[in-house]
């Protein structure tokens, strides 16, 4: 089939949706593809007799409905599309959005200067002069925060002024941008074809592209690391841009301070042996500012495995430091203890070591889980973001949100790891090119999902195509051609929805008793027997997206908002006590009286104390003691104590208390939700100056309600 001679009847929404299904090796409900597209069932179907019709007009297999099960994309055609996918998504994806629009213009003011001119965006685009113009605006306000200015010369087209370094991050961003948008094919293609104008884009690598990826792979094995797969794509598209803006007389400047301080580093001899071998392979002469700059951006890459034996004790202090004071205080203020520090530890060094650099030089990475990560674990998010000052102090920058959202991860993985109680069934591989933390937190949530599933190893792309590996099942967050052992694709954070169907897919794989039939089937049973069905899948899919929306999916853990815990029975107000231990013993009443926690408890929060200092002071005037579940909690809860006259937990003034507030956690999830709104509630000044001088109950709650709903 000549890709070149389809007709573009396809828009951006039905190329989306194509997408999707021909990345699928499983039928995908239609209700999945609603949540991911955001539109009705009713559009999913419109839209798929127009992708079918398109699809038969070029003599390929029309999409599938799968009884009970979903769509699917027959193995021919999507062979067939797959052969061609650059070429396909780049007829297919014509209506270009505003941010894809931005990014092209963008790139070919940085990379073509001589060729910015308003016909060529157009031709860029497929936009009118008049669009074009809207983004030119845009894209002029965008560089001049970034210190470049963009002017138009007559006869000559656009111009820009500015430091290479400013050109250059602003490119880094770019690059980082489209990496990090799967479905953005086609603007890839054109920021090849501009950093590339020989590629042939056919071809999946050019050669001078595939002789840079071996570099990076030589590279990786002086460092004793192995990079992930998303960084060696960003680096190598990197590294080629370095080369162009060479030829072109564009030269970065470093500061010598600063170049001596890289030049000491492993990072700088793997640099060198990248440039001098393209030296010699493509007679390009790398000034050593240029070696700096690779440098950089190699010790501000991420990684997916790391070799700590590797560094020198003074090379790991000062981040060791860092990252023992983050655990510490996120042990704190989460009220629980990591049964694997030495691992958190290690995983957290081998992400903010590149987290480091790239704050401090300035490169960028496009984190395309942040938002998701943030709307799925606001509460690790928010004890994460409280951690980030002592990484800022050793910065001298703020933490973005972007690679806090990362962090989140790895607390989140450790968090969310359970002592399993059954024994293995089944061995599992993970691959995915986000990372440690995504893939950390990924294998937990699987861990935990699936009874008696152990993940041996988590893995790149290039790690599983280059070995052979033994398991039962793999889980991979790209799309991967299954070998002998089956392949289960998933996003890095699963839903309720996805969870469902990966359970789904493992019963098919494992389960040799036919599955039962569900609701919807019985359903239809009864109709059947009293009507007749012309439509039987449509229908099916109607009620069993009707069933979605009126029932809940995989079930989660219930984190109970503070309101709930604080309550007028776990509520008490009192003058003072004789001694933390007196504080301790009255706050926990409440929880005794309920049978919430047994004595023993009470006794287990007093022992801790004494044996680990006033670590439950978390702030003038705010105590909150604990102890492990496991010493005497019943359920979930927390009781609340305030007193007129501060109680002392050491003889430091910094250790006094008048609020103190219980907290029986059954394990190191549950409870972080309300912990979460509880530290935000008390960050205030003002609340904790109404919390103290209240005088009654309804008081403290109406504080506590209108924390909540903040």
Not at 33 to 39: C, E, P
Not at 449 to 476: C, P, W
Not at 552 to 563: A, D, R, W
Not at 619 to 642: C, K, T
Request: glycine content about 4%; charged content about 25%.
């Amino acid at each position: 089939m000549n890709i070149r001679r389809i007709l573009m009847v396809l828009d951006k929404r039905r190329a989306h949706l194509l997408s999707i299904l021909q990345q699928s090796s499983e039928p995908i409900p239609t209700k999945d593809l609603v949540t991911k597209m955001k539109i009705s069932q009713r559009t999913i179907y419109y839209d798929i007799d127009q992708i079918n019709s398109w699809l038969r007009t070029q003599e390929l297999e029309p999409i599938q409905s799968k009884h009970g099960k979903g769509l699917i994309l027959p193995p021919s055609s999507k062979s067939e599309l797959l052969d061609y996918h650059d070429q396909s998504y780049e007829d297919w994806q014509y209506q270009l959005s505003k941010q894809e629009r931005e990014v092209l213009i963008k790139a070919k003011i940085l990379l073509e200067e001589q060729d910015s001119s308003m016909q060529k965006f157009m031709d860029l685009t497929s936009m009118s002069r008049g669009t074009v113009a809207k983004v030119i605006k845009t894209i002029k306000q965008e560089f001049k925060k970034a210190g470049l200015s963009l002017y138009y010369q007559k006869q000559s087209g656009y111009r820009l002024n500015g430091s290479e370094e400013a050109k250059r991050t602003m490119l880094s961003d770019i690059l980082a941008t489209i990496l990090s948008q799967p479905d953005w094919h086609n603007v890839r293609n054109e920021i090849h074809k501009m950093i590339l104008p020989e590629a042939d884009t056919r071809l999946k690598e050019t050669d001078q592209r595939r002789s840079v990826r071996q570099l990076l792979m030589d590279a990786e094995k002086e460092l004793g690391l192995t990079l992930t797969d998303e960084m060696m794509e960003i680096l190598s598209l990197q590294i080629l841009m370095i080369m162009k803006r060479i030829e072109l007389q564009k030269y970065i400047q470093v500061q010598q301070a600063e170049k001596e301080v890289l030049q000491q580093t492993e990072a700088y001899q793997a640099s060198l042996l990248i440039t001098n071998k393209l030296e010699a392979l493509r007679g390009v002469a790398f000034p050593k500012d240029e070696v700096c700059f690779i440098t950089m951006n190699l010790l501000g890459s991420k990684v997916q495995h790391d070799d700590f034996s590797r560094y020198t004790e003074q090379e790991l202090a000062g981040l060791k430091e860092v990252v023992q004071q983050m655990i510490d205080d996120f042990q704190l203020y989460s009220c629980v203890v990591f049964d694997d520090k030495d691992g958190l530890e290690e995983n957290l060094i081998s992400h903010i070591k590149p987290t480091y650099y790239r704050l401090k030089y300035g490169v960028h990475i496009a984190n395309d889980l942040a938002c998701t990560i943030q709307e799925t674990y606001p509460d690790i998010f928010h004890l994460t973001k409280r951690v980030m000052r002592h990484l800022e102090l050793y910065v001298g920058k703020p933490i973005p949100n972007e690679e806090i959202a990362y962090i989140t991860l790895h607390f989140g993985g450790w968090l969310t790891k359970e002592k399993k109680q059954v024994e293995t069934k089944l061995n599992a591989i993970i691959i995915c090119e986000n990372g440690i933390g995504t893939s950390n937190m990924l294998r937990t949530q699987l861990e935990n999902l699936i009874a008696g599933l152990n993940v041996i190893t988590t893995l790149s792309i290039r790690e599983y195509q280059k070995n052979e590996y033994e398991a039962d099942v793999i889980f991979s967050t790209n799309y991967i051609k299954p070998k002998e052992i089956p392949v289960i694709h998933v996003p890095a954070i699963l839903t309720n929805i996805e969870k469902e169907q990966v359970i789904q897919k493992m019963n098919d794989l494992f389960e040799s008793k036919p599955a039962e039939k569900n609701s919807t089937d019985h359903l239809l049973d009864i109709i059947e027997r009293y009507a007749t069905i012309h439509k039987k899948n449509e229908l099916k899919q109607e009620l069993v997206h009707l069933f979605e929306q009126n029932t809940p999916g995989t079930k989660e853990i219930n984190k109970p908002m503070l309101n709930e815990l604080l309550t007028e029975q776990t509520i008490q107000l009192e003058d003072q006590v004789s001694s933390w231990q007196e504080a301790i013993k009255l706050a926990a009443q409440p929880l005794v009286d309920e049978e919430s926690i047994q004595t023993d408890y009470v006794q287990a929060m007093i022992d801790n104390v004494d044996e680990l200092g006033p670590y439950v002071v978390i702030a003038p005037g705010i105590a909150i003691p604990h102890a492990r579940p496991e010493s005497g909690v019943e359920r979930l809860g927390m009781s609340f104590l305030r007193l007129k006259e501060p109680v002392y937990f050491s003889e430091k003034e910094k250790h006094r208390a008048q609020l103190v507030i219980v907290l029986a956690a059954i394990d190191n999830q549950t409870h972080l939700k309300a912990l979460a709104q509880l530290t935000e509630m008390l960050s205030n000044e003002d609340n904790v100056e109404r919390l103290i001088a209240a005088d009654e109950r309804k008081t403290v709650i109406e504080v506590i309600n209108q924390s909540v709903e903040v």
